[in-house]
């Protein structure tokens, strides 16, 4: 496989992944969770590096996955067990985490060969050179395998679950009446979030992660608010974001995920002004 390819393969995947879950963000007013999330995980890779003494993505994978189920607790018990205002139960969580993890690895700079940065920046070009064996023989970039395993969980997370999913954006007190377990819903939800941002931050950093959360699906949600179709116009968003962004990166030679975030934000910029155009 070319270069070129698994680098834009690894972007639609994990474009799609984000975009089909950021709808459900945009339905609940819940869009930065996926920002305090990729934020929040820094201290689980930093304990998970000075564990492991190794760069590994498994090591790196599980702190960071750990830490973030435990952030998207805490939030989910501030803002619904404490009656915390949504906003700023997010806002203090991933304050919280992100600087515990700069404190870590600040304090253990000695030992840990580690630099925040490469967490919230990411580098989809290094994709290709990131790459796995079986039995002695080369089975790809690891970034390509593991989008395309969220995409397939993803999807198949959003078919089996949909009902639960519609309902508890919609209306929890009525999906409470007809015995739909909103917490679990809610956990569940956060938890696919936290499980995207932790597999899509390493080859693509934080920060675009979280435009690939909120962008495509807050486009989607200005066309229309009938969710199957929000959450079709949600993947198409993502894809052609993806995609736009890759080749105006490779026009002007400049940074991917940039790229892409700006594709994703022009995206955006057309569309609401067509909207307001059609309201006149």
């Known amino acids: 496989m070319s270069p070129t390819l698994a680098i834009a393969l690894t972007a639609i995947f994990t474009a799609i992944s984000c975009a089909v879950l950021g709808a459900f963000l945009v339905l609940r007013k819940m869009t930065m969770v996926g920002d305090a999330i990729s934020h929040a995980v820094l201290p689980g890779i930093a304990i998970a590096y000075l564990l492991s003494q190794s760069r590994a993505s498994l ?3 599980v702190g960071a996955a750990l830490v973030g189920v435990f952030a998207t607790v805490v939030i989910e018990i501030l803002s619904k067990k404490w009656k915390v205002q949504s906003d700023a139960s997010i806002g203090m969580t991933f304050t919280t985490l992100f600087a515990l993890g700069v404190v870590l690895i600040t304090y253990w700079s000695d030992k840990v060969d580690l630099d925040q940065e490469c967490v919230l920046y990411g580098e989809i070009a290094f994709v290709p050179f990131n790459t796995w064996t079986l039995g002695g023989k080369s089975m790809g970039p690891i970034a390509l395998w593991s989008s395309g395993i969220l995409l397939l969980m993803v999807l198949v997370y959003t ?3 949909f009902k639960g999913l519609l ?16 917490g679990a819903w809610n956990l ?4 696919m979030v936290s499980l995207a941002t ?3 931050f390493e080859s693509v950093g934080a920060i675009l992660v979280v435009a690939l959360l909120v962008a495509p699906a807050a486009t989607a949600y200005l066309v229309s608010s009938q969710l199957k179709r929000m959450i079709a116009l949600s993947a198409l968003f993502g894809l052609s974001g993806s995609l736009g962004g890759y080749l ?3 026009a002007l030679d400049t940074s991917i995920a940039g790229g892409i975030a700006t594709t994703l934000g022009i995206q ?3 569309a609401l002004t067509l909207v307001q155009l059609r309201k006149k």
């Open 268 to 270: 955006f910029a057309v």
């Open 59 to 61: 090591p790196m994978f």
């Open 248 to 250: 105006l990166s490779a």
């Open 159 to 161: 078919l089996v679950g």
């Open 167 to 182: 309902m508890s954006s919609f209306n929890e007190d009525y999906a409470a009446v007809l015995g739909i377990g909103i």
């Open 188 to 191: 569940s939800l956060m938890s």
């Open 198 to 200: 932790v597999v899509s």
